[in-house]
């Protein structure tokens, strides 16, 4: 099985594809000679992440009747000093928000995504010093 | 120097974020328990990958003064069988078509970012078994 993706250069040095049915667009800032017209393709790498996992997690979640009020993936990702500047530090956090949350079950939808489910932090984690953290808010 | 994303959890199993000011949104297909309210997180693995080498080409290309009619960077990943099913080999194919385009600085721009400039290339190779391809057409 593969995914095949198709970008096509549009206007100075953006980016465009069709992916999954969206237009998704991506150019440089404008410091650096873009025009801004999508995101930075750097950070989509954390998005990736984000996604994969917290689509995990909220899927388990729901498996357990575990329905948070608020739930946010923040991922922060420290890039080396010198070029080219890849991220070799990412921190997942996991924001919950709800009365009554069971820690538990939140930690082990954490775990089963971190361990068994999501491919991209599978892939990430060969490459880059991975931690993760969860947070909980009434 | 860090990059910090922030996803939150919208409906059922979508997420959404600004990214560089622009609206991001991620799910899962129908077919999984998604809505397909945005692409998949994994292919937006090879958008990143895409965009980064893109950009790159383009601008080196754009100071050689070779400006080609048409450039696609087309991003293949071959997933592993067994879950979590990650890319385990990338094959990236630069397309460029234009008339009398000189493949020397062609291939100098590619060689450059692959080896110099794309930090998610420089990323994704620690983990992934990489190719490149050129194709020109007139």
Known sequence: MKNIIDMSW????????????H???????ILT?????GPRPKKLMLVALAGCTG???IMILKKMKVIPDAFNVIVEGD????HPKYYH???????????D???????KAVKLSEEKYCSV???YKKAINMETKIIVEE
């Open 121 to 123: 932090t599978a892939l």
């Open 10 to 21: 549009t206007d100075n040095v953006a980016f465009q594809s069709d992916i999954d049915g």
């Open 23 to 29: 237009n998704v667009i991506i150019d440089a800032d």
């Open 55 to 57: 689509i995990d997690v």
């Open 101 to 107: 949350l069971p820690q538990d079950k939140l930690e």
């Open 79 to 82: 890039l080396t000093d010198e």
């Open 33 to 37: 000679g873009g025009n801004n017209l």
């Open 89 to 99: 530090k990412i921190r997942i956090i996991y924001k919950f928000k709800g009365k």
